[in-house]
């Protein structure tokens, strides 16, 4: 017993500068936002630190009117659904195509899986930046996609779907592939797939047992992948920016707005905190349907 707690209080030594420097440089930040939310508009930007308000989380839903009374104002919960509704269509986009992806994968030989993870992780090599211009630079009116579809007489006019929703999507999803490929695999790859051939053995078509045997075991991964897409998706900028532009106004545009032009920090501190609130309830729904789960699973 004693010899389990001196264990268990070195453990605690060796990991509490990481989880103080951790703790420190996520907390900090994200009190300060906190308070800047509550405090009033300074009349030339900033705030006024000495005055507390919950006007910028009335500001999420509602104007002021001449007389001073609340109208109720749904642009910015329209923003805010919108953003919701794009990082959901990029992460079912994402899954669509990185679960047969990793699942390929896992399949092969260890040699040719280290190959094609490599291959997987080649676009973190490259800016964003540079990603998102060869998208503007292929999905632009009589890009290259545009050229190569009039070429085969699939079409009689460019497409025109740049600065576009659909745009935005293809973007987020090309972004955050990696992100879905990589969390799936790992759980595809240490799955025991004899549970397969068992399943072979019993009558099981390859659908029936994909459904069955693959899919449950790989949930672990898939649920992962699914979090790891829609939490950095929720708050994109930069690729809503650049092939959406801005005619698709997001989360992360808007608070970057009230930051910058609008020089309204209490509003733009409200906004992230209520985009932080919305990404721990998915985590805290993650813990709380696989904490039970031997291994994460």
């Known amino acids: 017993m004693a010899r389990q707690t001196g264990e268990s209080g070195r453990r605690a030594l060796l990991i509490a500068p990481s989880v103080l420097v951790i703790g420190f440089f996520m907390l900090v930040p994200v009190f300060i936002m906190a308070a800047i939310s509550f405090m009033e508009r300074g009349s030339g930007g900033g705030v006024n630190w000495n005055s507390f308000t919950t ?3 009335l500001q999420f839903l509602f104007e002021r009117d001449l007389d001073d009374s609340l109208l109720l104002n749904t642009d910015y919960l329209q923003i805010f659904f919108r953003s919701i509704w794009l990082a959901v269509l990029t992460t079912l986009l994402t899954l669509a195509v990185g679960l047969p992806t990793a699942l390929y994968m896992a399949l092969q030989p260890e040699r040719r899986r280290n190959l ?15 990603r998102n211009y060869a998208w503007i630079l292929l999905l632009r009116n009589n890009g290259l996609i545009d050229q190569v579809l009039i070429g085969l007489g699939l079409r009689s006019e460019p497409m025109g779907v740049l600065y576009s929703t659909f745009s935005i999507a293809v973007g987020l999803t090309y972004t955050f592939m990696p992100f879905m490929v990589l969390p799936v695999y790992a759980s595809l790859e240490k799955m025991d797939w004899r549970l397969v051939e068992a399943a072979y053995d019993l009558g099981a078509n390859r659908w029936r047992a994909l459904r069955r045997v693959v899919l449950p075991l790989a949930m672990p991964g898939i649920a992962a992948g699914c979090i790891l897409v829609f939490i950095p998706c929720l708050g994109a900028f930069v690729t809503p920016e650049l092939l ?4 698709s106004l997001m989360i992360g545009n808007l608070i970057q707005s009230q930051f910058g ?3 309204n920090w209490p509003f733009g501190a409200a906004l992230s905190m209520a985009l932080l609130v919305s990404v721990l309830l998915a985590m805290m729904l993650y813990l709380w349907r696989y904490r039970r789960a031997p291994g994460g699973a």
Do not use: M, Q
Request: aromatic share 16%.
């Open 261 to 263: 032009a609008a020089r």
């Open 55 to 57: 006007e910028p989380y």
């Open 244 to 247: 959406g532009g801005g005619k």
């Open 116 to 130: 094609l993870i490599f291959l997987v992780t080649i676009p973190f090599w490259t800016n964003l930046l540079v």
